[in-house]
């Protein structure tokens, strides 16, 4: 009799499991899905989603809540992974009732400033809405921190494991959500008028953030709209001595130069430094001080063209998406002298700006356009403003050299020598091995870069032959400077086999070498380096590159950590 | 981070749209005139480092050689070495451990001078020299080059590792090796003078009898 009960109710509690997988399997590729939707602005499927995620997850809940199931919890083994599962089911059904109704509803499309403004009270609403999501999305994430996965079934275990990770990355996401809505509308003059420099960073001349900072155009934010103000070329702000001060590293790795000339502030990666210097050599030159420094480059421009289309420019050709860089890069300097060069560069100008606000932009396309251009890091911005910096200091966007890793991360950063705007030509490449565990602690890894140089033996104008520094003025140098992780060190590096001789520093924790390269024409370079990294066993390690006019082409080859 | 990213693009996406992302990038740059007098700054481009090692990290025991270029012709070139300890740990790293899992202490380690503290070496007519060095501290070494008579000055970094271990030995596990190996001798030598004393004792009682 007792026998059979047992039986029956083990019976029960098993048949509402495997229902409970079931809805739980597929409300977790529901949520995956509606998170895709979400950033797609894929509002009308969303809510279709949404409504099934719903369904999927209450079902689950109510499959874990009977009676049946309360008992079965208190049974000593099996107890824990029922515990587990209700937890989890649970979650599911808060985060499909709080947190994503809520995102659904912002519609993040609709933020995309139209007729050159965004709406800030749209955006301050949007803020207290994010604010309750990630309310919810963090309980939800010290709830199931709080479930013990040592004891449970790997079956279980895992899913749960899934389901932190998926939280964490939406928690993640849903703060620094909150942050961004929070930082935007001061950023954009909501609490008085504030005034940026954008700078373009010109990928033929490379520097190690990306290219030389051609241009300026000063911008004007006041209660969310935004104006353009005056322009002018780096050039026109001179030069300075006595320098300005700088980091007593970035002094020992490059002297004065980047205190001396603005087309020099950024052979350092670390944006906030470079961006810091240009802001003070714009008020020494000027008399105006700005609130921050944005720099975005050619092929920004190009992602940009995607969303709208081929523009026109009157007397030039017209710029489309998949030839603007060459034509802005490259052909300009061939076919025009440099007072045309700027005309014609003004016209575009002028044309790309008309057509954001004539023709009807595809936002959804713009947004991705943007994520795009923020992973490859084409668009950096800095903040004067200390507690606004620290808010977003550690995105992407940034452009910070960071002191510590979490994944050791080799640095690979270009700058031109030779004064010309040969860097067009360049095909770069880099490929990192995960090498030996030391008796140490210390990890070795080996890091080959390669240059190859598609540039022609003859025929280039004045404009892109510049200073010929290299000699042979159709040759290209660069400076190549290699970065340790953090903590780290540079070993040795070989230049198409032989050492080399290398300048070398330290910038932020990490050992910095530098090495001469000189590609002629049609001809490949490779330098071979061997880096340590700080204490650490990992298995893995991360590039961080000077993004170029010709993608990097790259591998990393991880290996298993050396505790295991 | 996508979403975060997507509303901090809408910022920089105002101002993209305001503007002209390539216009000016042609400018020439500001070139220094050619008198010399006041003294002109360099020419924008970077050059490379005018004092290199050729290996910016070595262990103690090794020799780098140092190069300077952009000297005054045949000049005597004074070069200063000043030492810093390696970079400490990041804050919250692990401490060290040894193999069997306690924890060591990391106090800050004293640092005694170099040997040589400052040397000289001599150009060639194009103003350039090579010098090897062999560190006897372990630490961040600073070399900074300066010209007697032109006044140039370069600096470069060199970190020294401690010793390269050649083999994952340590104290400990060398120890018992050492003891047990130690005592066998000292037995085999105890009992060959209990031989040589018996045979005597055998001889001498021989002759005895």
Same mark, same amino acid.
């Given at each position: 009799?007792?026998?059979?009960?047992?039986?029956?109710?083990?019976?029960? %509690?098993?048949?509402?499991?495997?229902?409970?997988?079931?809805? !739980?399997?597929?409300?977790?590729?529901?949520?995956?899905?509606?998170?895709?939707?979400?950033?797609?602005?894929?509002?009308?499927?969303?809510?279709?989603?949404?409504?099934?995620?719903?369904?999927?997850?209450?079902?689950?809940?109510?499959?874990?809540?009977?009676?049946?199931?309360?008992?079965?919890?208190?049974?000593?083994?099996?107890?824990?992974?029922?515990?587990?599962?209700?937890?989890?089911?649970?979650?599911?059904?808060?985060?499909?009732?709080?947190?994503?109704?809520?995102?659904?509803?912002?519609?993040?499309?609709? !933020?995309?400033?139209?007729?050159?403004?965004?709406?800030?009270?749209?955006?301050?609403?949007?803020?207290?809405?994010?604010?309750?999501?990630?309310?919810?999305?963090?309980?939800?994430?010290?709830?199931?921190?709080?479930?013990?996965?040592?004891?449970?079934?790997? *079956?279980?275990?895992?899913?749960?494991?899934?389901?932190?990770?998926?939280?964490?990355?939406?928690?993640?996401?849903?703060?620094?959500?909150?942050?961004?809505?929070?930082?935007?509308?001061?950023?954009?003059?909501?609490?008085?008028?504030?005034?940026?420099?954008?700078?373009?960073?010109?990928?033929?001349?490379?520097?190690?953030?990306?290219?030389?900072?051609?241009?300026?155009?000063?911008?004007?934010?006041? &209660?969310?709209?935004?104006?353009?103000?005056?322009?002018?070329?780096?050039?026109?702000?001179?030069?300075?001595?006595?320098?300005?001060?700088?980091?007593?590293?970035?002094?020992?790795?490059?002297?004065?130069?980047?205190?001396?000339?603005?087309?020099?502030?950024?052979?350092?990666?670390?944006?906030?430094?470079?961006?810091?210097?240009?802001?003070?050599?714009?008020?020494?030159?000027?008399?105006?001080?700005?609130?921050?420094?944005?720099?975005?480059?050619?092929?920004?421009?190009?992602?940009?063209? &995607?969303?709208?289309?081929?523009?026109?420019?009157?007397?030039?050709?017209?710029?489309?998406?998949?030839? %603007? %860089?060459?034509?802005?890069?490259?052909? /300009?300097?061939?076919?025009?002298?440099?007072? *045309?060069?700027?005309?014609?560069?003004?016209?575009?100008?002028?044309?790309?700006?008309?057509?954001?606000? &004539?023709?009807?932009?595809?936002?959804?396309?713009?947004?991705?356009?943007?994520?795009?251009?923020?992973?490859?890091?084409?668009?950096?911005?800095? /903040?004067?403003?200390?507690?606004?910096?620290?808010?977003?200091?550690?995105?992407?966007?940034?452009?910070?050299?960071?002191?510590?890793?979490?994944?050791?991360?080799?640095?690979?950063?270009?700058?031109?020598?030779?004064?010309? &705007?040969?860097?067009?030509?360049?095909?770069?490449?880099?490929?990192?091995?995960?090498?030996?565990?030391?008796?140490?602690?210390?990890?070795?890894?080996?890091?080959?870069?390669?240059?190859?140089?598609?540039?022609?033996?003859?025929?280039?104008?004045?404009? %892109?032959?510049?200073?010929?520094?290299? =000699?042979?003025?159709?040759?290209?140098?660069? !400076?190549?400077?290699?970065?340790?992780?953090?903590?780290?060190?540079?070993?040795?590096?070989?230049?198409?086999?032989?050492?080399?001789?290398? =300048?070398?520093?330290?910038?932020?924790?990490?050992?910095?070498?530098?090495?001469?390269?000189?590609?002629?024409?049609?001809?490949?370079?490779?330098?071979?380096?061997?880096? !340590?990294?700080?204490? /650490?066993?990992?298995? *893995?390690?991360?590039?961080?590159?000077?993004?170029?006019?010709?993608?990097?082409?790259?591998?990393?080859? /991880?290996?298993?950590?050396?505790?295991? | 981070?996508?979403?975060?990213?997507?509303?901090?693009?809408?910022?920089?996406? #105002?101002?993209?749209?305001?503007?002209?992302?390539?216009?000016?990038?042609?400018?020439?740059? +500001?070139?220094?005139?050619? $008198?010399?007098?006041?003294?002109?700054?360099?020419?924008?481009?970077?050059?490379?480092?005018?004092?290199?090692?050729?290996?910016?990290?070595?262990?103690?025991?090794?020799?780098?050689?140092?190069?300077?270029?952009?000297?005054? @012709?045949?000049?005597?070139?004074?070069?200063?070495?000043?030492?810093? @300890?390696?970079?400490?740990?990041?804050?919250?790293?692990? @401490?060290?451990?040894?193999?069997?899992?306690?924890?060591?202490?990391?106090?800050?380690?004293?640092?005694?001078?170099?040997?040589? +503290?400052?040397?000289?070496?001599? $150009?060639?007519?194009?103003?350039?020299?090579?010098?090897?060095?062999?560190?006897?501290?372990?630490?961040?070494?600073?070399?900074?080059? $300066?010209?007697?008579?032109?006044?140039?000055?370069?600096?470069?970094?060199?970190?020294?590792?401690?010793?390269?271990?050649?083999?994952?030995?340590?104290?400990?596990?060398?120890?018992? +090796?050492?003891?047990?190996?130690?005592?066998?001798?000292?037995?085999?030598?105890?009992?060959?003078?209990?031989?040589?004393?018996?045979?005597?004792?055998?001889? #001498?009682?021989?002759?005895?009898?």
């Amino acid at each position: 009799m007792v026998g059979s009960l047992l039986l029956l109710t083990g019976g029960w %509690v098993g048949f509402r499991g495997w229902q409970a997988r079931a809805h !739980l399997l597929n409300a977790a590729g529901l949520a995956r899905e509606l998170s895709a939707q979400v950033v797609g602005g894929d509002t009308e499927r969303a809510m279709r989603t949404l409504a099934a995620l719903q369904e999927q997850a209450g079902a689950a809940r109510t499959a874990t809540a009977d009676p049946g199931w309360q008992l079965a919890r208190r049974t000593p083994i099996a107890g824990d992974d029922l515990d587990a599962v209700r937890l989890i089911a649970v979650a599911i059904d808060e985060l499909a009732r709080q947190a994503f109704p809520t995102l659904l509803r912002t519609d993040l499309t609709s !933020l995309v400033p139209t007729e050159g403004r965004l709406d800030l009270a749209r955006l301050t609403a949007v803020s207290a809405e994010l604010a309750r999501v990630d309310g919810a999305v963090q309980r939800t994430r010290r709830d199931l921190a709080a479930v013990p996965a040592d004891r449970l079934v790997s *079956q279980i275990r895992q899913a749960l494991t899934d389901l932190r990770d998926e939280i964490d990355r939406l928690a993640g996401l849903t703060t620094a959500a909150v942050q961004g809505s929070r930082l935007l509308p001061p950023l954009l003059g909501a609490r008085g008028a504030r005034r940026y420099l954008l700078v373009s960073q010109n990928l033929a001349e490379l520097r190690a953030t990306g290219g030389m900072f051609g241009a300026y155009a000063l911008i004007e934010a006041e &209660k969310g709209q935004v104006r353009m103000g005056g322009q002018g070329s780096s050039a026109s702000l001179g030069r300075f001595t006595p320098p300005l001060k700088l980091p007593p590293e970035t002094r020992a790795l490059w002297t004065d130069l980047p205190g001396i000339y603005p087309a020099d502030v950024n052979l350092t990666p670390h944006f906030p430094t470079a961006a810091a210097l240009y802001r003070e050599m714009f008020r020494r030159k000027t008399g105006t001080t700005v609130d921050g420094v944005l720099a975005v480059d050619p092929v920004v421009l190009s992602y940009l063209l &995607k969303a709208t289309g081929p523009v026109m420019v009157p007397g030039g050709v017209p710029l489309a998406s998949e030839k %603007v %860089v060459q034509t802005l890069l490259n052909e /300009s300097y061939q076919r025009l002298n440099t007072k *045309q060069q700027d005309e014609y560069f003004a016209a575009s100008a002028a044309a790309v700006f008309d057509a954001f606000f &004539k023709k009807n932009v595809n936002s959804r396309v713009l947004l991705s356009v943007f994520d795009r251009a923020i992973t490859e890091r084409r668009i950096l911005f800095w /903040s004067a403003r200390p507690e606004e910096q620290r808010t977003f200091g550690d995105s992407r966007m940034a452009g910070t050299l960071p002191e510590k890793d979490t994944v050791p991360t080799v640095g690979v950063f270009l700058n031109d020598g030779s004064g010309a &705007k040969l860097g067009y030509y360049l095909r770069p490449a880099a490929n990192v091995t995960v090498g030996d565990c030391r008796p140490d602690g210390r990890r070795e890894l080996r890091l080959r870069v390669t240059l190859r140089s598609t540039a022609p033996k003859s025929g280039l104008t004045e404009s %892109v032959l510049g200073l010929g520094l290299a =000699g042979d003025p159709y040759t290209v140098r660069t !400076l190549v400077s290699v970065y340790s992780p953090a903590g780290g060190a540079v070993l040795d590096a070989r230049l198409d086999g032989t050492e080399t001789a290398l =300048g070398s520093g330290t910038d932020r924790r990490r050992q910095v070498a530098t090495a001469s390269v000189d590609v002629g024409p049609g001809a490949e370079r490779a330098l071979e380096v061997t880096i !340590l990294t700080a204490k /650490s066993g990992a298995g *893995q390690a991360e590039l961080w590159l000077t993004p170029t006019a010709s993608p990097w082409t790259t591998q990393v080859h /991880s290996a298993p950590s050396c505790d295991q | 981070m996508r979403l975060s990213r997507i509303i901090m693009a809408l910022a920089v996406g #105002l101002a993209v749209v305001a503007v002209p992302t390539a216009a000016g990038a042609a400018q020439p740059q +500001p070139t220094p005139s050619a $008198t010399t007098d006041p003294p002109q700054p360099p020419p924008y481009p970077p050059a490379a480092a005018q004092l290199t090692v050729n290996r910016p990290t070595i262990y103690l025991g090794e020799t780098v050689t140092l190069t300077g270029t952009g000297f005054g @012709p045949n000049e005597t070139v004074d070069i200063v070495v000043s030492v810093a @300890p390696l970079a400490a740990p990041a804050a919250g790293q692990a @401490p060290a451990r040894r193999s069997d899992g306690s924890t060591v202490a990391m106090a800050p380690v004293a640092f005694h001078a170099s040997a040589a +503290p400052s040397f000289t070496a001599f $150009t060639n007519a194009e103003g350039r020299f090579t010098r090897n060095y062999k560190p006897t501290v372990e630490g961040l070494l600073t070399f900074t080059a $300066t010209g007697r008579e032109s006044g140039r000055s370069a600096s470069t970094e060199l970190r020294v590792l401690p010793p390269r271990q050649p083999l994952p030995v340590t104290g400990d596990s060398l120890g018992t +090796p050492m003891k047990l190996g130690g005592g066998l001798v000292a037995a085999g030598a105890l009992m060959l003078l209990m031989t040589l004393a018996w045979r005597r004792r055998q001889r #001498l009682g021989g002759a005895a009898r």
